[in-house]
Structure formats: C-alpha cells, structure tokens
T-cell receptor, first 114, second 116 residues
Framework: AQSVTQLDSQVPVFEEAPVELRCNYS??????LFWYVQYPNQGLQLLLK??????LVKGINGFEAEFNKSQTSFHLRKPSVHISDTAEYFC????????????FGAGTRLFVKA | GAVVSQHPSWVICKSGTSVKIECRSL??????MFWYRQFPKQSLMLMAT?????????EQGVEKDKFLINHASLTLSTLTVTSAHPEDSSFYIC????????????FGDGTRLSIL
C-alpha cells in the first residue's frame, strides 16, 4: 500500500519569496510521483511528474521538484512566487506496477501575500 | 494536451432528486476513469474506478446503489447520484488517464453539487 504525507497544511509566504512545499511518501513498490495544483472551484492541473531518470524535475509556472529516493521525498519548490500562485497543491503517487490508482496527499494551501 | 470535460459544473436540486454528472475525454480514449469526492479544505477521496465495458470498482464505504457509474464508451463515464440528500452535497471530480501505465491523470473541472 502507498501513503502520501504533506507536512504542511498551510504555507504563507510573501510575494517574490522562495517557497518549498514538502511531500513524503511510503510504498512497498516503486512509484511515479506527481504534483497537482487546484484553484478554487476547479479540478486539478498537473504541475510536474517524476517517472524516472533525472531526479530534478521542472514543471509549469516555474515550479520544480526533486525526487529523493533515500528520504522518500518529493518536495516542490519555486524560487520566486507570485500572488497568482495562491492555490491548493497536492502531491500524489501511483504505483508503477500497473493500473492507475493514484494516492493523494492531504494538500498544502499556499497563500502568497503582497 | 489531454482534455477532460466534466458537466455540469454546478447543480442545485431538491432532496430526493437523482443527478447525473458526465465526464468526457475529448482528445484521447480512456479505458479507465476515476470519480472522486472532495469535501471543503480536504483532499480528494477516490470513490470508484470506472472501466469501459465493465462494472465499476467501488472503494470501501461507497454505496454502489447510491452512486451509479456507467462507462459505456471510451470517452464517456457518468456518475448518477440517486435520491440525493443534503449529505451528498459535495464537489465531485472525475479524471481519466491517457493510455500507458505511467501517464498522469487528467482532471475535469469538477461539479459542485448542492442538495437542498
């Protein structure tokens, strides 16, 4: 079985400051890792994904994440945030053994202040 | 990129009414679609996995007779909330995966269901 832990439920940050949203997972099998963003009253939009290869993954809107297998982490980072980045962010894993069932973390609310 | 369309985006209806939500993959074929429920300020809870041409697989605790799922084609899955009551009010989101084992899910924009 898999589980995903997002260590911070809320992250307030000032505009143009850097931010890191933390994600740890546990799994008995190898997994694919994803970060999604959700704006109010909308579905989820894929920010980035790690399937294999380079552990540093770049996504849309200036976000990047680093896969750390030894620490089973997949933290999301952005060097300079904008007001428009205010949203809910979800870390998710899918086992790579077949099937598509995805496990989501509880979400982190990023609040960017002017 | 892959697009999933969900309709309606918002529905308000009286208690006892049945409500149907549609989920369409617009530019790819999806043999598997997923239905989630999301409570305010919470994560997505998987309700069921919808498989084209076969019965849906429901998660533990989800009533099959309350939440009817039909996946009649490779581009359409429907969720019907039967005899809806106020406690069924929630945000329902569908998703579909592009073909291939390592493809991410693509999400619809969700349906806000309010039962009066």
């Amino acid at each position: 079985a898999q589980s995903v832990t997002q260590l911070d439920s809320q992250v307030p940050v000032f505009e143009e400051a850097p931010v890191e949203l933390r994600c740890n997972y546990s799994s008995s099998v190898s997994v694919y890792l994803f970060w999604y963003v959700q704006y109010p009253n909308q579905g989820l939009q894929l920010l980035l994904k790690y399937l294999s290869g380079s552990t540093l993954v770049k996504g849309i809107n200036g976000f990047e994440a680093e896969f750390n297998k030894s620490q089973t982490s997949f933290h999301l980072r952005k060097p300079s945030v904008h007001i428009s980045d205010t949203a809910e962010y979800f870390c998710a894993v899918t086992p790579n053994t077949g099937g598509f069932k995805t496990i989501f973390g509880a979400g982190t609310r990023l609040f960017v202040k002017a | 990129g892959a697009v999933v369309s969900q309709h309606p985006s918002w529905v308000i209806c009286k208690s006892g009414t049945s409500v149907k939500i549609e989920c369409r993959s617009l530019d790819f074929q999806a043999t598997t679609m997923f239905w989630y429920r999301q409570f305010p300020k919470q994560s997505l809870m998987l309700m069921a996995t919808s498989n084209e041409g076969s019965k849906a697989t429901y998660e533990q605790g989800v009533e099959k007779d309350k939440f009817l799922i039909n996946h009649a084609s490779l581009t359409l899955s429907t969720l019907t909330v039967t005899s809806a009551h106020p406690e069924d009010s929630s945000f329902y989101i569908c998703s579909a995966a592009s073909p291939g084992a390592n493809q991410p899910q693509h999400f619809g924009d969700g349906t806000r269901l309010s039962i009066l």
